[in-house]
């Protein structure tokens, strides 16, 4: 599960931006910018990798 953890993901279209504060802390995307998921994600932001407008980096 660890290696699942180092994906990283990135808005598919760069001229978006994501961004949400949770009880359990903030998560943001803009422009090009790669990150790691929090590790546990808000139901929102998998929605959003789920409809594919952030998606995983190859």
């Known amino acids: 599960m660890a290696a ?3 994906k990283k993901y ?13 009880s359990e802390g903030s ?3 803009a422009g090009e910018q790669e990150k790691e ?3 546990n994600p ?4 998998l929605k959003r ?3 594919g407008f952030i998606i995983e980096v190859k």
């Open 37 to 39: 998921l929090p590790k």
């Open 49 to 51: 990798i789920e409809a």
């Open 4 to 6: 699942a953890n180092k």
């Open 42 to 45: 808000s139901r929102e932001l």
């Open 10 to 22: 990135k808005l598919k279209d760069s001229a978006t931006q994501f961004a949400e504060v949770t």
């Open 27 to 29: 998560f943001s995307l």
